[in-house]
């Protein structure tokens, strides 16, 4: 069982930047894949990056301007939003799967957080 508490959203203006957690239990964190999707208003979830030993992976609107990364010893997955655009208003989760291959399908993921709220005003 693994658990996830993501932290670190807020309320930015367009430009700006933020880093979100993802902070999970466990003792074999190293060995599972995490993934960020998110949720926006009226929106369907989507993907938007992926980390794992197959590498890391991003959707299309946030190349260039996100970055994910893993600090296996604190078992914690971070992603750094640069750049953030009115369009990246959403609830952002954390997702953990054990053979993921830094896939961008949800359904890969078997454990997710509870979400943290990201507003990027205009």
């Known amino acids: 069982q693994v658990q996830l508490v993501e932290s670190g959203g807020g309320l930015v203006q367009a430009g700006g930047s933020l880093r979100l957690s993802c902070a999970a239990s466990?003792?074999?964190?190293?060995?599972?894949?995490f993934a960020w999707f998110r949720q926006g208003p009226g929106k369907e979830r989507e993907f938007v990056s992926a980390?794992?030993?197959?590498?890391?992976r991003y959707a299309d609107p946030v190349k260039g301007r996100f970055t994910i990364s893993r600090d296996n010893a604190m078992n914690t997955v971070y992603l750094q939003m640069n750049s953030l655009k009115p369009e990246d208003t959403a609830v952002y989760y954390c997702?953990?799967?054990?053979?993921?291959?830094?896939?961008?399908?949800?359904?890969?993921?078997?454990?997710w957080g509870q979400g943290t709220q990201v507003t990027v005003s205009s």
């Open positions: 980390i794992s030993r197959s590498g890391n």
């Open positions: 466990g003792r074999t964190f190293s060995t599972y894949g």
């Open positions: 997702a953990a799967g054990k053979y993921t291959g830094s896939s961008s399908d949800d359904r890969d993921y078997d454990y």
